[in-house]
């Protein structure tokens, strides 16, 4: 019997088990703070698809076509549409026409939909906070370390091509 086997059976084993942890953990923290976000959202009538638009568009440098933000966030074109029109409506987007092609409209936050998404992650961030507050200080050291290294790393490892040699830029 080879070792690449085992070495491969340990490797997919390691994955599965670093997985179902992170995955584990990254559910019960989202329910810590899922009444805080559903009051958010309830407050303002806004739903997840609009949401996610408006994360799209904040997590953008500058105005977004309709058609990028439809492909960022997994809509069709007709409700990415939509979901502008509702965002438009209530004051939490505005869109306008291109300078260089009028049949291309550009959808950017306004200063209402920048404070909304910002005390939206103030909420999410500050359950972060309580939860690691709550560890103990041996734990919380030891998440740290176990984080800081994956975040500062040369190397992103957010990129989810498969690449593990694409450099940060940043």
Do not use: W
Request: hydrophobic fraction near 40%.
């Amino acid at each position: 019997m080879s070792q690449e086997p085992l070495c491969a059976f340990g490797a997919d084993q390691s994955i599965e088990s670093a997985s179902a942890a992170l995955v584990a953990f990254l559910d019960r923290l989202l329910e810590l703070g899922r009444p805080e976000t559903m009051d958010s959202l309830a407050s303002t009538d806004i739903t997840f698809s609009q949401l996610r638009v408006l994360c799209a568009l904040g997590s953008h440098d500058g105005p977004m076509p309709v058609n990028a933000i439809a492909e960022q966030v997994q809509l069709s074109l007709a409700a990415a549409g939509r979901t502008v029109d509702k965002l438009v409506s209530c004051g939490f987007a505005d869109r306008r026409e291109d300078s260089s092609d009028r049949r291309i409209k550009r959808v950017s936050l306004t200063d209402d939909g920048m404070r909304y998404l910002e005390t939206h992650l103030a909420l999410q961030h500050e359950t972060v906070r309580r939860f690691v507050a709550g560890l103990p200080a041996e734990l919380r050291d030891n998440l740290c370390s176990a984080l800081k290294p994956i975040v500062d790393d040369a190397v992103d490892h957010f990129c989810l091509t498969g690449s593990t040699d694409r450099k940060r830029t940043a």
